[in-house]
DNA sequence: CGTACTTTTGATCGAAGTCAACTACGGTGG
DNA sequence: CCACCGTAGTTGACTTCGATCAAAAGTACG
């Protein structure tokens, strides 16, 4: 029961615990689940409601699964010296794989107001191994998380900070952009800070790059957080892809 | 079935495919698997069969799932300008997710002759679903992959030239170092370019740094691939790691 | 035993980091 | 509603770590 600890800034939020469960639930617990399985994913549902900001520490034994009910945080690892890597972020109706027994502390922190709902996972997926439907979504999801990491790995290990920039905008407008005629508009949650931390940089150079890219007009920002990206291709073709051979209709 | 092709240096070799099938079985596939589900799991298996430096490329946009049967390899990612990244080193008897419709190009290589059986994702799952012990395992390993890739991240995003090597060699010698006294000792079957591409540096710098810990007595050297670590806990405490509170007894 | 490739070592360069100062956003209280 | 203030972001000057370019030395292969 003290496995988790959360941060200064933990606070009492509206949503209570049945709603938050119900995302869950709707989001991964097929409708054919039978309820005594429900109810005890329920029992071993931990709730954590974050202000924005706010952060939880996991026990560094544990791996957790956390599943974002509402808002949206970022997964950190630190290591010595106070270094801070942003290892994912994530969106409501997400599920963040917190690792255990790992050689860096990992803490799950909010971008906005958030509320999360952990689970242990050795107990997770005993559960779910009496229903394969459960286990399936989640192994889909992992392979997800797998695949942006190792995306995310050719930018941290091989590309420029303009590249990587760029890419991350790509995949900003994919996850949170609503479309635009020929391009996107978001609200970035993170702030610079928090990009640097993801892609190995630092703020000053986001905020250089940031410049670059609304200079030659790839993308135009207003505030701190609204980003518009006018014509999506042109900031693909700056982000240091491949460019596939494959070009056929869909 | 025009999914794979294999590269200049792929090659016949001894194993026959019910003995690589075999391995795959023995490590993934429960005892009490029904006859007619392993049959399914054989049908949709490909072996490929690599020389040292063989490589083998996927259909982009297809994921796969690689068991390694015998031997060692990398999984590559390919960014623009022929950069190349080692997103992961795979030894017998592991799984290695090779991404597909991605915004890199992906390929698996051989580090030793190596053999392995390929499953396409989707098919795959479809199958592991009727067996929940399968899926889990699975679930279980894809985990792992994606704990090694947060980890990483952080190597890639917030370390030096020497954490990374350090942090590099330390997770060598928990895979495949053989207890020697105090320490370790492994032979790499990658090369230092190799060691680069997974860790975002050049191989001269890997040169130097190697060089470093040479000098210092952290490790010690003979010919190209054997590596003896005379005091883990020294190559550890360069690693950059976070100096975890947890001091009690195991 | 020779040869081709990998590794090592050295000298120089450049992209991003660091340090510092200034600006502007956006939340709070008057 | 607007003025104020603290934090986040921007911009500039200089430094640094690892990249790049080049050449020598060592390995392991045929």
Redesign the pocket.
């Known amino acids: 029961m003290k496995e988790m600890r959360s941060g200064p800034n933990a606070v009492a939020m509206s949503t209570t615990f049945p709603e938050l469960f119900d995302r869950f639930s709707a989001a991964l617990l097929p409708a054919e689940t039978p309820d005594a399985t429900i109810l005890r994913f329920r029992s071993i549902a931990r709730a954590i409601r974050l202000d924005s900001?706010g952060h939880a520490e996991f026990d560094p034994k544990a791996e957790q699964l956390a599943f974002v009910c509402v808002g949206s945080a970022k997964l950190v690892a630190r290591a010595s010296g106070g270094r801070e890597q942003v290892v994912s972020f994530h969106f409501a109706g997400e599920l963040a794989c917190v690792p255990g027994g790992a050689l860096h502390a990992y803490s799950i922190e909010a971008l906005t107001p958030c509320e999360l709902l952990a689970f242990p996972v050795g107990e997770f997926l005993d559960l779910a191994r009496s229903e394969p439907a459960i286990l399936s979504e989640v192994c889909d999801r992992v392979m997800v998380a797998l695949h942006r990491a190792s995306e995310k790995s050719v930018a941290l290990g091989r590309?420029?900070?303009?590249?990587?920039v760029c890419s991350f905008l790509v995949g900003m407008t994919e996850r949170i952009g609503v479309r635009q005629g020929n391009g996107f508009a978001m609200r970035?949650p993170?702030?610079?800070?928090?990009?640097?931390d993801a892609l190995?940089?630092?703020?000053?150079?986001?905020?250089?790059?940031?410049?670059e890219l609304?200079m030659s007009g790839i993308i135009e920002?207003?505030?701190?957080?609204?980003v518009t990206v006018p014509d999506i291709g042109s900031l693909r073709d700056l982000g240091g892809y491949m460019q596939l051979p494959e070009r056929n209709a869909a």
Chains 1, 2 share one sequence.
């Open positions: 900001h590309k420029t900070a303009q590249e990587r970035l993170m702030s610079r800070r928090d990009i640097a190995g940089l630092t703020n000053e150079t986001i905020s250089r790059q940031f410049a609304r920002t207003s505030g701190r957080s609204l």
